[in-house]
């Protein structure tokens, strides 16, 4: 594989590796000033596409001499940055460069993750998690060498690293914790529990922002000790989670990602350490970086650039301008495969984003087959009819950004599109006979709808017209009864139930302070109700009478939710807080007997919505239908460029 740069600056490079010092430049400021003169509105790019091998032009280079000059360039360009930094106006600005950053033979990064790089602060080094051999671990890659270094210590690594402000210390996530490997030596010290995480940021006071899969941001000081709520759920929208948070300059205030019941609601906003309040930035199920005075944020896959001021914390009116297109990003997780640094460098990946397959599993995780359910997209709310025939599930339109419900037939895989209004079609609910479907619409509108499969002409039947999010959980087995959640006093979700013949008013089954959801009535006469419920301070599986709430039973053991009976009643399965699928023998009578929570498998499930089920049970409890986001490993290189912001729209 050959190179090809530009002649001018390979000029440079070659009289910085001049072996006589008389032979070189003198000062920062005289290469600050040479690589200006190649500087052009557009970025000389150092590309590795494959090329013919021999090729004996002056600016053609191949092998190891070519990585060794895009090293050198890029060296070139992070001194004139430093330069440019130091001397302010005295020292011409340093040229737009851009150039792609290969990985090691052997070693991939898990791009559906999109969360598997960072660079440091001084924009000097790369961090991503990358698998060789099976082991994944934190690798540094310095941007002005050719070779990456595993860090000693950080098997186990998943999720992007994060850096302390000083570009010395590395925080990441390893088997279910938050870890710190200082640089300078030693091996990494464990500072807290972190289960299911979703991003991090340190700012220079030495307090640690880290997100949740599952909940809000938790703060802890960066030499370890007990971390404690930085943030709070709004019950009120169905906020599930506060993730990939970033502090602003001011080490004060910080960026965020929250999911909530409403994708307009959904999006980057600003928090503060010493307020509980978060102001909208931009809506968006991605998260976005503040970098170089801008706010970077992704618009249909491309990057888009636009001035944000960090005192006022806000967007000026300027328009955003393209910054690179076709960047990855992972919706189930909301992150963008892109990472900036303080000093104007900018890493991004290109190619496949995140997406779901529907994935049948016998009891210890063993793929038994997938579920066609046309072209590949993101999928969530999964529904199986009670015989098993049937399966209803959301998926999102790319083009509208919405999901739709769609109707599969099992073993046919011929998906059929249930909806196609404005908002989103989710969570849907079979009733007992499986000819007719309950859903939530959400997005400008919202309620309970029921459609008769039966009658397609037909207009769907609205049941529960309410304002803020209503969401249907499960038919009662004899199909007269409809349970849901609905926002109570406070704004968190209690549990209702309706007749679904309508002329009498929905009555509440739990209506407490705590968030109740995700309720499914115990089979084979509905005498009992499994949900979760956030009462202990974590989301946690309970089951109740169906008639009164009464002889409350907790089930899971440490964290757990989206409960799912075996058609007999006598097992319950859940997901625990990091997606593991846990089954729990169960005795129903005057009261509920429970045994101890097993372990089955950990899954990878895709948990784009706050409600809806990730995935279905068969009746016998011995098959599981998994919405699992694919597993895409990218071997491309990750494309870096240096005074990003210099890049014309």
């Known amino acids: 594989t050959g190179l090809r740069i530009n002649s001018a600056l390979e000029r440079i490079v070659r009289r910085c590796l001049e072996k006589s010092p008389d032979r070189r430049f003198h000062s920062a400021h005289d290469l600050a000033f040479a690589l200006e003169t190649v500087s052009s509105p557009s970025a000389p790019r150092v590309d590795s596409a494959a090329v013919p091998a021999l090729d004996t032009r002056p600016h053609r280079l191949t092998g190891a001499h070519a990585a060794w000059v895009a090293a050198g360039a890029l060296a070139l360009a992070l001194a004139a940055l430093a330069a440019y930094a130091f001397t302010g106006s005295r020292t011409p600005a ?63 690594a998943a999720f992007a690293p994060f850096w302390a402000p000083d570009s010395l210390s590395i925080g990441f996530f390893a088997d279910g914790k938050l870890k ?30 880290i997100g949740s899969n599952v909940g809000p941001l938790m703060r802890i000081a960066a030499t370890g000790g007990r971390s404690t709520p930085a943030t709070t759920l709004d019950a009120s929208v169905h906020e599930s989670s506060h993730r990939w948070p970033q502090f602003l300059p001011d080490g004060r205030h910080f960026l965020l990602l929250t999911r909530r019941s409403t994708f307009e609601n959904t999006g980057v906003y600003v928090g503060s350490l010493e307020s509980g309040t978060l102001t909208q930035v931009i809506p968006s199920t991605i998260s976005a970086l503040y970098a170089s005075g801008h706010l970077l944020f992704l618009r249909d896959g491309t990057l888009m650039a636009q001035p944000f001021d960090s005192t006022s914390l806000a967007l000026t009116g300027e328009p955003p301008r393209t910054i690179a297109e076709q960047v990855s990003y992972g919706a189930g997780l909301g992150r963008a495969a892109v990472s900036a640094s303080d000093t104007g460098v900018l890493a991004y990946s290109r190619g496949a984003n995140s997406a779901t397959e529907l994935v049948w599993t016998d009891r210890t995780g063993r793929r038994l087959g997938g579920m066609g359910t046309g072209p590949r997209t993101v999928q969530a709310s999964l529904a199986l009819s009670k015989d098993g025939t049937q399966l209803a599930l959301s998926r999102m339109d790319p083009k509208r950004g919405e999901f739709d419900l769609w109707h599969v037939e099992v073993g046919r895989d011929a998906p059929l599109r249930l909806t196609s209004q404005t908002g989103n079609e989710v969570s849907p609910a079979w009733s007992p006979d499986g000819r007719r479907l309950a859903y939530a619409l959400s997005g400008g509108a919202s309620g309970i709808f029921v459609r008769d499969l039966a009658n397609p002409s037909g207009r769907d039947v609205e049941l529960v017209a309410e304002r803020g999010v209503v969401v249907p959980n499960d038919w009662s087995p004899d199909g007269k009864r409809i349970i849901y959640e609905a926002p109570g006093a406070e704004g968190k979700p209690d549990l209702m139930v309706i007749p679904v013949a309508g002329g009498t008013a929905a009555t509440p089954l739990l209506a407490t302070v705590f968030s109740e959801r995700q309720a499914q009535f115990s089979p084979p006469d509905g005498a009992w109700v499994a949900y979760a419920s956030d009462e202990s301070g974590v989301s946690e599986v309970y089951v109740c009478r169906s ?47 429970a045994a101890a929570p097993r372990a089955l498998f950990r899954t990878s499930i895709f948990s784009a919505l706050p409600f809806g089920f990730g995935y279905a049970v068969s009746g016998d409890g011995q098959k599981f239908l998994i919405d699992t986001e694919l597993d895409l490993e990218m071997t491309q290189p990750v494309s870096v460029i240096v005074n990003w912001p210099r890049r014309n729209p």
């Open 547 to 593: 008639s009164d709430c009464g002889g409350k039973r907790r089930i899971s053991s440490s964290g757990g939710f989206q409960p799912r009976w075996r058609g007999d009643g006598r097992e319950l399965f859940y997901l625990a807080a990091d997606r593991t699928l846990m089954a729990v023998e169960v005795t129903l009578g005057t009261a509920v007997a």
């Open 180 to 209: 710190r490997a200082d640089l300078r030596g030693g091996p990494p010290q464990t500072l807290c529990a972190a289960p299911a995480p979703r991003g991090g940021t340190w700012n220079r006071d030495g307090v640690i922002l």
């Open 94 to 156: 340093p040229p737009l460069l851009q150039l792609d950053v290969s990985l090691p033979p052997g070693l991939t990064i898990n791009s559906s993750s999109a969360a598997a790089f960072a660079l440091s602060p001084d924009g000097r080094t790369l961090a991503y998690v990358g698998t060789l051999n099976g082991t994944s671990m934190i690798w540094l890659r310095p941007l002005d060498a050719r070779d990456s270094a595993p860090i000693a210590g950080s098997e186990g």
